[in-house]
């Protein structure tokens, strides 16, 4: 059974930095892509990042240049490394693979002074 287990939620303020790791179980990560996905209160889920097998990413329009993504093949692992964030980054905020239509429960992020 393939598991998807998110941390590193959590309160900052706005500017600040916060890093999301989220750990795969079950199957070994190296040939999929990766992604994170966001979703603030009353508002649909939006792409985040994704990274590929090749390490290879793509950004949100909201993010790019704040946010990394980033994969530990040998961990299981991938990142999310978020900085400058501002209040509208407010979110639940889950990892996925998009192949396989599988995520992880969530992990809340509050940006606020």
């Known amino acids: 059974q393939v598991q998807l287990v998110e941390s590193g939620g959590g309160l900052v303020q706005p500017g600040g930095s916060l890093r999301l790791s989220c750990v795969v179980s079950?199957?070994?990560?190296?040939?999929?892509?990766l992604a994170w996905a966001r979703q603030a209160p009353g508002k649909q889920r939006d792409m985040v990042a994704i990274?590929?097998?090749?390490?290879?990413?793509s950004y949100g329009p909201s993010v790019r240049g704040r946010f990394t993504i980033s994969r530990d093949d040998a961990k299981n692992m991938v990142y999310l490394q978020m900085s400058n964030l501002k209040r509208e980054d407010t979110a639940i905020y889950s990892c996925?693979?998009?192949?396989?239509?599988?995520w992880g429960q969530g992990t809340q992020v509050t940006v606020s002074s």
């Open positions: 079950g199957i070994p990560i190296d040939i999929w892509a």
């Open positions: 990274i590929n097998s090749d390490s290879s990413t």
């Open positions: 996925n693979i998009p192949s396989l239509n599988t």
